[in-house]
């Protein structure tokens, strides 16, 4: 809980997650949502690489996941699984959204052994797509991948059955209850506007449409 309550302080204090429920955010994919999040802001400061890292190496230890080799996902991922990587003195591959068009072709890029423990790292999870991706990707190149780390969920059902469906157990070292109990004790957001959260969460893609947003 300690590294959550820090990291959402955090977040909450650089702008890398907004909440405005009444001035809704326009995703990639379209849709409007109350909450915005942009981990990449958190590459600015050693000390906010270092707790993630920290965060996410507390993780390895408590659920004692066994890992040979540490995976990015390209590209939110890297620099994230890099410092965790370096941390915990291990190997280091990042994935690929799609093969190089050249040389190798490769997806995975970095030495991975068949038979390896790997950890998937990604900075998001909103549906899981992209880092559910990767570990159908690693696992193709031979790599052994049950375990996946992250710095936020959003906590949509979709992403949690896709995870449960791809045997891969999904670790983040925030989510959305610890980051409203924050955000709520921090005064960054009214308890009123918390209902409008909760509400929200229970049909995110829907969400907007219903508010006339």
């Known amino acids: 809980m300690a590294f959550a309550q820090q990291l959402a302080k ?9 909440i ?5 955010f ?7 949502m109350p909450l915005y999040n942009d981990n990449r802001m958190l590459l600015g400061n050693a000390e906010h690489r270092t707790l993630i890292a920290e965060g996410m190496k507390a993780i390895i230890e408590k659920e004692d996941i066994r890992v040979d080799t540490v995976a990015g996902v390209a590209t939110a991922g890297i620099p994230h699984a890099t410092s965790l990587a370096n941390l ?6 990042y994935v690929r959204s799609s093969p190089k068009e ?3 072709k ?4 970095g030495i991975l052994k068949p038979g390896q423990a790997v950890v998937v790292v990604e ?4 549906t899981g797509g992209s880092a559910l991706k990767a570990v159908d990707t690693v696992r193709e190149a031979g790599g052994v991948v049950e375990h996946c780390l992250g710095i936020f969920s959003y906590g949509f059902p979709e992403a949690r059955e896709r995870f449960e469906k791809s045997q891969c157990q999904l670790h983040t070292l925030l989510n959305l209850d610890s980051l409203l109990r924050v955000a709520v004790k921090e005064g960054y957001i009214p308890s009123e506007e918390k209902q ?5 969460r229970q049909n995110p893609f829907e969400w907007g449409k219903q508010q006339g947003a």
């Open 10 to 18: 955090i977040s909450l204090e650089i702008g890398a997650i907004k």
């Open 106 to 109: 490769n997806q995975v890029e």
């Open 102 to 104: 050249h040389g190798l």
């Open 26 to 32: 326009t995703w990639a994919s379209g849709y409007r």
């Open 196 to 200: 409008v959260i909760d509400t929200w």
């Open 88 to 93: 915990i003195k291990l190997p280091l591959v």
């Open 20 to 24: 405005n429920p009444k001035n809704p």
């Open 123 to 126: 900075d998001l999870i909103s």
